[in-house]
């Protein structure tokens, strides 16, 4: 598959844990972009990098998540001291170039219990 | 702000009618404007995008329209099939420094058959 992938696609944690996603884009893809899509949303944008670095933070992100891209190829969430209100599904989306169209990974569904 | 509004939350018809689903942008220099097609717990596919220096897009059975003045776009879908079903997402590309992709809350269509 020359697609997308994100892993886990699943992930129940309790409150206080930290939880970690990763995230494989399109090999030549430069652009990678990290959303989180509750029920009955659009995706909400949080973070996005240019090869290995990360260009913009949502305001809305807060300082419990961080993300990273070492060598310009996948990326990783954390989500520290995972909170309820965390519960969504996040994916990864990856273009050629910004402007490009955007693809999306299935998601990983992350349940805080 | 940036902020994309989509309408309606909701829309159903009869299979072979057309729906149409708009969308208004803040920004008036956002210039890329595309519109994401995601069904049941799938994610994310582009089905149609438009750029600002075009007011027309057509492929097949889909067409997109833009007017840059009154900074509202459209999807038009014709002859609908029960497999249209699904939530349509528009999007807008900010400028102002920005590349994110601002999603509008999503259409949910329901194609009768």
């Known amino acids: 598959d020359t697609g997308v992938s994100q892993d886990p696609r699943h992930k129940i944690t309790k409150r206080g844990q930290n939880v970690t996603f990763r995230c494989d884009p399109i090999?030549?893809?430069?652009?990678l972009y990290w959303y989180r899509q509750t029920l009955g949303q659009g995706p909400e944008f949080l973070t996005y990098?240019?090869?290995?670095?990360?260009?913009?933070k949502s305001r809305l992100l807060s300082d419990r998540f961080s993300a990273e891209r070492p060598k310009g190829s996948f990326s990783t969430l954390e989500i520290q001291r995972t909170e309820q209100g965390d519960s969504a599904m996040y994916l990864c989306?990856?273009?050629?170039?910004?402007?490009?169209?955007?693809?999306f990974g299935p998601g990983t569904r992350l349940t805080v219990l | 702000g940036e902020n994309v509004e989509q309408h309606p939350s909701t829309l159903s018809v009869q299979e072979g009618d057309s729906a149409v689903i708009k969308c208004t942008y803040s920004?008036?220099?956002?210039?890329?404007f595309p519109w994401y097609k995601q069904e049941l717990g799938k994610r994310p596919q582009l089905i149609i995008d438009?750029?600002?220096?075009?007011g027309e897009k057509k492929d097949q059975r889909i067409a997109v329209t833009l007017n840059k003045t009154a900074k509202h776009f459209s999807l038009h879908i014709t002859e609908t099939q029960p497999e249209d079903s699904a939530v349509y997402f528009c999007?807008?590309?900010?400028?102002?420094?920005?590349?994110?992709?601002?999603f509008g809350k999503g259409t949910k269509l329901t194609v009768n058959p």
């Open positions: 438009i750029r600002s220096n075009v």
């Open positions: 920004d008036s220099a956002s210039n890329y």
């Open positions: 989306a990856s273009s050629l170039n910004s402007w490009d169209e955007q693809f």
């Open positions: 090999s030549e893809h430069n652009r």
């Open positions: 990098f240019q090869n290995e670095a990360q260009l913009e």
């Open positions: 999007a807008a590309i900010l400028q102002g420094g920005s590349e994110k992709l601002v």
